[in-house]
Nanobody, 122 residues
Framework: QVQLVESGGGLVQAGGSLRLSCAAS????????MGWFRQALGKEREFVAGISWNVRSTYYADSVKGRFTISRDNAKNTVYLEMNSLKPEDTAVYYC???????????????WGQGTKVTVSS
């Protein structure tokens, strides 16, 4: 079993930055692809960014390209999401997921964290 715990969310003004972390425990996720998703109030969960287990490939939703950066530190069993130039429409609960067979844009991940809330004020 894998437990994922997100942190780093909060309230920030438009144009500001936040860095989210997702720490894994229970077993290593070094061989898992990791993804960040978000869910705004009243909307479905959507893909934000993903990274392959070996860090060779990263993927981004068009809405965050050039503003968000996903990274991982396999030695720390942690994945990060650096978010810059935040906009009010980035407001959502952000979730990280671990998937054994590669990054997926759908929510077909094996493990999920509980989420961390990001609020961007205008």
């Amino acid at each position: 079993q894998v437990q994922l715990v997100e942190s780093g969310g909060g309230l920030v003004q438009a144009g500001g930055s936040l860095r989210l972390s997702c720490a894994a425990s229970g077993r290593t996720v070094n061989t898992y692809a990791m993804g960040w998703f978000r869910q705004a109030l009243g909307k479905e969960r959507e893909f934000v960014a993903g990274i392959s287990w070996n860090v060779r490939s990263t993927y981004y939703a068009d809405s965050v390209k050039g503003r968000f950066t996903i990274s991982r530190d396999n030695a720390k069993n942690t994945v990060y999401l650096e978010m810059n130039s935040l906009k009010p429409e980035d407001t959502a609960v952000y979730y990280c997921g671990a998937r054994q067979y590669g990054v997926a844009y759908q929510t077909s991940y094996d493990y999920w964290g509980q989420g961390t809330k990001v609020t961007v004020s205008s």
